[in-house]
């Protein structure tokens, strides 16, 4: 059987909602804590490989709003790894990976495959 891992935060909703689900379809969920328990640094890039950055760079937190508008340009002309590793909370949640395939978000379509 495929490995499921969620990454995400332990106080985020839609974190919670992701494992909540797939835990209850049977789902066997490895949760990993992304400000805790992964090494960023190896694991973005690993990402990035997989999923557009747009994707995974959330862009609509309080953390972003809270970057300056410099931190902001900079994170959009290419330097967004090193933002999101600074910043956990700047990383969509969850990430899901599945073998070597890579979810990230809880949209309907991430559902669909899962549920």
Avoid: H
């Amino acid at each position: 059987m495929t490995k499921l891992t969620l990454y995400g935060l332990k106080n985020c909703d839609t974190c919670k909602k992701a494992l909540n689900a797939l835990n209850s379809s049977g789902k066997q969920v490895e949760f990993v804590d992304i400000r805790a328990d992964v090494d960023l640094a190896l694991k973005i890039p690993q990402w990035i490989q997989s999923v557009d950055m747009e994707q995974l760079l959330n862009k609509r937190s309080t953390t972003w709003r809270n970057l300056s508008q410099t931190q902001q340009a900079d994170a959009l002309a290419g330097n967004a790894k090193e933002v999101m590793i600074s910043n956990p909370t700047l990383i969509k949640r969850p990430v899901i990976e599945f073998g070597k395939m890579i979810f990230v978000g809880w949209s309907k379509d991430v559902q669909d495959v899962f549920l």
